[in-house]
């Protein structure tokens, strides 16, 4: 290797992993939430495709930027070696967040299409390039996969250029997304792990299965399954299943002992297919979260990029903190969007007859996948703005979680002892209680003792205050 970390301006190691750069400190943003066009790809070349060790750089250099400017970024490193294969590319991938996150006086968070970089100024004034960031990632590539042979790396400013780069990188992860679908978590005998986010979540780790991709969305089944094989001491293990506790929650013996494991004996047992009770845990890297709203007994989703409040008044960032850190938190989980395309996205929880609410964007790149009857009785931003609108909306839609309401408050009723339960069809005629008060009027309050009333039907009506 002809690259020497000791030439470049700012140290490189994996003690600024946890570094912050807040805006105070930032000289530019790449990428991030305010930016459209942004992505990190890497590519499998042959030999004679690429040049090894070399940087290009497409768009104006870090000196060149305005302070405080917001920027499109794109990351493509291109790889070559005689043991790599194409499936290898995500998990490669997925160490670009690790290693830019080594460069002092620079910052990555998340992965694909959504990255989010800073530059912060003290970076800038030691004259920081993008042939040296190019040179770091290079280095580092190098350093930790001795399979690599050859590597080149292209750092993208403009616009244009990253346009096209964003399109067929997404024509990419779309094509990596679909080679899983069609496999089942019955048909394998072992889920997989990953562990890369333990750096800052130090009891999390994935259990990613073919029906359930990782929350960050990088990682499937296979791939996961393929970073095993070139490297059996990495982040990516094998999980025996074991025996199945409950197959429509996604409870497994092999899992829980993983869990335990990786917990360091705080998490006993997870369900991979639901997120009440024992939701799987949470780092920090999810697309989405999926959140209960108990007003309506449904489930929304938001995602990182949707500015503004979701339906429930909160931001991503405020229900991210909740979400996150490797805790199991009932009523909220990070959820990968891939994950949403699968037969077992939220199964035991009434899948997408649960979800009464997620942004537009997300629901068009996932509408294929939501079933016709239900698609059009979930609203997005564009149909409600409030939990009052919401209700109605569901209402008007007849939406299948409106039946829950309905089931709810007769289940409630009467576990009140107001109202027999009953069998759908069967008469529903009696109600009686030992003591039972009559709303009164006039400061007069009616008591009935040892009543019996009979009625051809009950409604339970909710009363608005
Ligand atoms: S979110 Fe999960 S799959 Fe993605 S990098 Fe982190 S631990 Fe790995």
Known sequence: MTINLKDLPVDVGVVYEGERIR??????ELGGPKVDYKAELVRARKKEEIEDEKVIVIGRDIQELEEGSRVPFGVLVEIYGKKIEKDLEPVIERRIHDFINYIHGMMHLNQRYDIWC???KEAKNSNLTFEDVGKAIIYLFKAEFSFIEKIQVTLMTDEKEIKKFYDDAVAVYNER???IR????????EFYSCTLC?????????VISPQRSSLCGALSWLDCRAAYKIDPEGSNFPIPKGDVIDGEKGEFSGVNEAIKESSHGDLERIYMY????FPHTSCGCFETIAFYMPEVDGVGI???????????????S???GQTGGGEQTVGFLGVGVNWMTSPKFLSADGGWERIVWIPSHIKERVKEFIPAEIHDKIPTEKDVKNLDELKGFLEEKKHPIVERWVEEEVVEAAEEGLVPEVAAGEEMPIVSAPTMALPGTGGIKIILKNAKIYADKVIIKKVEK
């Open 23 to 28: 805006s105070g400190d930032m000289f530019i």
């Open 118 to 120: 800073r530059i912060s």
């Open 177 to 179: 997304d679909s080679r």
């Open 182 to 189: 069609g496999m089942k978590d019955d048909e394998v005998e």
């Open 198 to 206: 333990q750096s800052f979540a130090p009891n999390h780790i994935c």
């Open 274 to 277: 639901s997120m009440f009770d």
């Open 302 to 316: 938001v995602d990182r990029n949707f500015k503004g409040e979701a339906i429930n008044g909160l931001r991503f």
């Open 318 to 320: 405020t229900m991210a």
